[in-house]
T-cell receptor, first 111, second 110 residues
């Protein structure tokens, strides 16, 4: 599976948009981009996934570049509860896809 | 739905002891998996199962056994605990493209 590169940390102000970048230059044509987050020491939580089109759900938006070598997760109005580690993962589709969780990016939302 | 449940929440073992971490899901998912997470690290896959009676090894399977006799349950057994197995263990079940994680078991091996 392709690897991803994320900065170790970033912060943003409460109420502002948080834009979390991810590089996945070796992604192959049948691999999806997944985002999960882990709040404090809880189990990871699924956020969103996409192949090549931009995706949006009630939690976030996922913007994937046309060449698919990078993507951005957007939390439109960050709250203090969004402070977490966010994992960008590349993998195949389906329930059986074995996803590799790296170290992720720590997002700190400040008041 | 309770989702994915794990017991116990915390456990302290002595080196050489054995134990079983329990995991159950009530979502009728075929795919289940076990991960471990060490401090400051991401999750590493230990074992996984694509359905009852079928299991396979992940990235770090040594020292762990699994079985899957029912769709709901996927226990993880530590055969002879070692300090290197001190970690937080997460169980997950999957539907389509989404994995659902349990709350974790925090294991310390002395």
């Amino acid at each position: 599976d392709a690897k991803t590169t994320q900065p170790p940390s970033m912060d943003c102000a409460e109420g502002r948009a948080a834009n979390l970048p991810c590089n996945h230059s070796t992604i192959s044509g049948n691999e999806y981009v997944y985002w999960y987050r882990q709040i404090h020491s809880q189990g990871p939580q699924y956020i969103i996934h996409g192949l090549k089109n931009n995706e949006t759900n009630e939690m976030a938006s996922l913007i994937i570049t046309e060449d698919r070598k990078s993507s951005t997760l957007i939390l439109p109005h960050a709250t203090l509860r969004d402070t977490a580690v966010y994992y960008c993962i590349v993998g195949r589709t389906g329930a059986n896809s074995k996803l590799t969780f790296g170290k992720g990016i720590t997002l700190s939302v400040r008041p | 739905n309770a989702g994915v449940t794990q017991t116990p929440k915390f456990q302290v073992l002595k080196t050489g002891q054995s134990m079983t971490l329990q995991c159950a899901q009530d979502m009728n998912h075929e795919y289940m998996s076990w991960y471990r997470q060490d401090p400051g690290m991401g999750l590493r896959l230990i074992h996984y199962s694509v359905g009852a009676g079928i299991t396979d090894q992940g990235e770090v399977p040594n020292g762990y056994n699994v079985s899957r006799s029912t769709t709901e349950d996927f226990p993880l057994r530590l055969l002879s605990a070692a300090p290197s197995q001190t970690s937080v263990y997460f169980c997950a079940s999957s539907r389509a493209n989404e994995q659902f994680f349990g709350p974790g078991t925090r294991l310390t091996v002395l």
